[in-house]
């Protein structure tokens, strides 16, 4: 085993401390600026998934609407606008929760969320889902 570093390998860790210096003060290494994309990929994600809850339960919202006046016109008697209003309710709170509710509290769909986006993400995705999980 040698005690000295020959004068090639001097002259390399030479070169690369005087380089990282540099790649800090342009921009950080190239992790930080992998991560600074994955964030932005992550944010872009994020709202994505915002969007299509959003549209699922749009669809939901027809569909129980539909359904409710379905289910109205096919009764012996005439349902008064309150009891039409809460069968509508019903149903659409049934659909949410089939549909978007059960997959958002699945244990294992929030461990595996939890661990690809931040705190800060989460609590928007959170926020965007409170009104459809009243």
């Known amino acids: 085993m040698r005690a000295t570093a020959s004068l090639e390998e001097a002259r ?3 070169a690369s401390a005087r380089r990282q210096p540099v790649r800090y003060c342009i921009g950080g290494s190239p992790m930080s600026a992998l991560k600074r994309s994955l964030s932005a990929e992550r944010d872009r994600a994020v709202d994505d998934l915002i969007g299509l809850v959003g549209a699922v339960d ?3 919202q027809m569909q129980a609407k539909s359904d409710a006046a379905c289910f109205a016109g096919a ?3 005439d349902l008064p606008e309150g009891e ?3 069968v509508h309710a ?6 949410r929760h089939q549909y978007i509710v059960s997959g958002v509290q699945d244990e294992r769909f929030r461990k595996i969320l939890g661990g690809m986006v931040t705190r800060a993400q989460m609590e928007r995705i959170g926020d965007a889902l409170a009104p459809i999980m009243a």
């Open 75 to 77: 009764l012996a008697r």
């Open 90 to 95: 019903a149903m659409l709170a049934a659909y």
């Open 84 to 86: 039409k209003a809460a």
């Open 58 to 60: 749009g669809i939901l």
């Open 12 to 14: 390399a860790c030479e």
